[in-house]
């Protein structure tokens, strides 16, 4: 089954967090990661912190990307974060763990228009 129009757009949007976190230092531990009660967009991490990212994407004109960040979302976040750090008893061990939210905001061509990061949403 093709993605729809609105899954290659998130996957756009991914994309460019995943690029942001890399360029500030942080290494890709986690994509798409599904748990029980949940999907982590990106699990990332530098040499003090794990972040947890969700990222949501929209196209110019619309309404900001980060008013979807709501108590429910961020609330939701910290279970299924909490969810894949026991799934992962590996992962590596950081001083510090964070909730980030990231908007992404594309023109009709895919190219970035503005990137907003959240830090320490909950």
Known sequence: MA???????????????LEHYQRRGFVLLGRNKHTRSGELDLVVCDAATI???????????????LFSITPRKVRRMRIVAAEWLAAHPNHPHRPELRLDAVG?????????VALDQLEAIG
Do not use: C
Request: hydrophobic letters at 45%; charged letters at 25%; zero cysteines.
């Open 104 to 112: 992404v905001v594309i023109d009709a061509r895919g190219r970035l």
């Open 3 to 17: 993605p729809t129009s609105q899954q290659l757009l998130g996957r756009i949007g991914e994309r460019l967090a």
């Open 51 to 65: 972040v947890f990212v969700e990222v949501k994407t929209r196209l110019a004109g619309g309404l900001d990307p």
